[in-house]
């Protein structure tokens, strides 16, 4: 019994080609994604703990990293070097300035997230608030490790 011509072995295969393209621009954005995120955050800095530590809220949209090391200094995206206290001011208006220039309205609504080193003198801490008020910054939060609770997560 025969189903079809002798000599026609015809195969129906999928064209893969576009799926593969769209994983690859997938998987490229996400390492995008990835590397700007980790690039605001400093791994060398140890983050105090506290029993009142919160996850940020998800409806801050802009967002500005500042990094205060133990001696003081503030680690940025936008530099490779720690800047000191006295240079503080200069890279947090630059910050406020193009924020200010995007904006629609011309309000800034950035959220400033002070990373302060565990060992870091409160003073250096209070000087970083101080200079962002300044600038005019009116939304300062913390990064804090949570504390466990005694006895454990159960």
Do not use: W
Not at 1 to 20: C, R, V, Y
Not at 91 to 119: F, H, P, S
Request: proline share 5%.
């Amino acid at each position: 019994m025969s189903h079809g011509p002798s000599g026609s072995d015809i195969k129906a295969e999928p064209n893969l080609t576009p799926l593969l393209d769209m994983v690859l621009q997938l998987l490229m954005f996400f390492m995008i994604c990835v590397n700007f995120v980790t690039e605001q955050v400093n791994e060398d800095i140890q983050l105090p703990k506290a029993q009142a530590a919160r996850p940020m809220e998800k409806t801050e949209i802009d967002v500005l990293f500042l990094n205060l090391t133990a001696e003081g200094k503030l680690k940025v995206l936008s530099q490779d070097q720690a800047i000191g206290l006295p240079e503080i001011k200069v890279y947090l208006r630059r910050q406020y300035a193009d924020a200010e220039r995007v904006a629609k309205d011309g309000k800034v609504r950035t959220a400033v997230v002070i990373r302060a080193d565990q060992n870091a003198n409160y003073a250096d801490v209070f000087k970083v608030m101080q200079a962002c008020k300044e600038v005019k910054y009116n939304r300062l939060r913390f990064r804090a490790i949570m504390k466990e609770k005694p006895g454990g997560n159960a």
